[in-house]
């Protein structure tokens, strides 16, 4: 079964800087491409940032490109997101996610991941 536990999110001002980590557990971590999306009050969930298998590849969504960084530690399991400059607009449940087929590059579709974190809050205050 395959779990997948965020960590480090909280309150920060804007301007400051948060990172989260994905704990990853129950498959091959190293097999899969990794994602982060968010999902803020009353819209839909959206893409963030998301690595491919090998750590090789990385794509971010145009309003964190500059500020977000997406890493992975594949003997140690987990997934990162780096975040810089952070913005009201930030504000958001951010969640990791597994894509479904080994050997991704990291997609940027919801669709592609099969296995979802229960997600972290974070909170910018302007």
């Known amino acids: 079964q395959v779990q997948l536990v965020e960590s480090g999110g909280g309150l920060v001002q804007a301007g400051g800087s948060l990172r989260l980590s994905c704990a990853a557990s129950?498959?091959?971590?190293?097999?899969?491409?990794m994602g982060w999306f968010r999902q803020a009050p009353g819209k839909e969930r959206e893409f963030v940032a998301a690595i491919s298998w090998s750590g090789g590849s990385t794509n971010y969504a145009d309003s964190v490109k500059g500020r977000f960084t997406i890493s992975r530690d594949n003997a140690k399991n987990t997934v990162s997101l780096q975040m810089n400059s952070l913005k009201s607009e930030d504000t958001a449940v951010y969640y990791c996610a597994s894509q479904g087929l080994a050997y991704g590059m990291g997609a940027r579709g919801e669709r592609s991941y099969n296995y979802w974190g229960q997600g972290t809050q974070v909170t910018v205050s302007s």
């Open positions: 129950g498959r091959t971590f190293s097999n899969y491409a």
